[in-house]
C-alpha cells in the first residue's frame, strides 16, 4: 500500500476537513480489505461496523501521531486494525481450526482487469477458485500467522512495518511469514495437487501477487 504524507496528516490534525477526507479515502479500502480477510466471511455482516470502530479509534487519537518518531503513518494506523481485529476474536473466542494439529494451528510465539493476452475463461475461472480457496485456508492459521500474512502478501508491507505493527521483531515475522507460507501449502496442497499449472506459475513468480491477484505462498523472503 501506499504511504501517507506526513504533510496530510498534519493538516488533517490541525483541523483540515479535505485532509481528513484524504486520509479516510487512502485507508479506506486496505482497512476494508485487511478486515475481510483476516476475520473472513464469518464477520462478513459485521465488517463495516468493524472499520467504523477502528476509523473511529484513528481519528480520536490522530493528535498523538508524531512523525518525529520515525513511525509511519500507515504502521501507525495498522496498529489499531490489528488490535481491534484481535479483540473482535477474542471476544467471540472463535477458535483456530487446523487440518494438521499441533502444525497449522500452532501459534508460534505466544487473494476485474481484462488481460487478451493472458486467460482462457476456463483459466480465469480457476484462478478465482484458487483465490478463494486461499482465503478460505488462511482461516486455519493462527491469528498471528494469518495477520503476517495478509499484511505481507496483500497489503505488500515491509517486513519493519509489520514487526511494529505486530510488537514483535523483524525475525519473528520472518519465522510467522514462512510458517504461514508452510501451512497454506500443506492445507491447499490437494488442491494444487488437482492444479499443477497453477502450482507451477507460483513457483516462478517473483515476491508479491502473482498477475491473477493470488498472493504466491510457495516463495521464501528475498
Known amino acids: 500500500m501506499e504511504e501517507i504524507s506526513h504533510e496530510l496528516v ?58 518525529d518518531r520515525g513511525v509511519k503513518f500507515t504502521t501507525w494506523a495498522f496498529a489499531y486494525v490489528r488490535n481491534h481485529c484481535f479483540d473482535v476474536l477474542k471476544k467471540r473466542r472463535i477458535p483456530t481450526v487446523s487440518l494438521n494439529p499441533g502444525r497449522v494451528g500452532e501459534d508460534d510465539d505466544k487473494w476485474e482487469l481484462q488481460d487478451p493476452t493472458a486467460r482462457k475463461p476456463s483459466e480465469n475461472a480457476l484462478n478465482s477458485e484458487l483465490g478463494t480457496q486461499i482465503e478460505l485456508a488462511l482461516q486455519k492459521l493462527n491469528e498471528p500467522q494469518r495477520m503476517v500474512f495478509v499484511l505481507r502478501e496483500y497489503e505488500q508491507m515491509d517486513l519493519k512495518s509489520i514487526a511494529e505493527i505486530m510488537d514483535s521483531t523483524e525475525g519473528t515475522v520472518k519465522s510467522r511469514l514462512h510458517r504461514a507460507r508452510e501451512n497454506l501449502k500443506q492445507l491447499l496442497s490437494h488442491y494444487l495437487e488437482n492444479n499443477s499449472d497453477l502450482v507451477e506459475e507460483q513457483a516462478g513468480n517473483k515476491p508479491g501477487k502473482n498477475p491473477d491477484g493470488n498472493p504466491n505462498i510457495g516463495r521464501g523472503e528475498e
Open 10 to 67: 498534519q493538516k488533517a490534525q490541525q483541523g483540515d476537513e479535505q485532509a481528513t477526507r484524504q486520509l479516510i479515502e487512502a485507508l479506506h479500502r486496505p482497512i476494508h480489505s485487511t478486515i475481510h480477510r483476516f476475520l473472513g466471511n464469518r464477520f462478513a455482516n459485521q465488517a463495516e461496523d468493524i472499520a467504523q470502530d477502528i476509523f473511529l479509534k484513528i481519528f480520536r487519537t490522530l493528535h498523538r501521531f508524531d512523525p
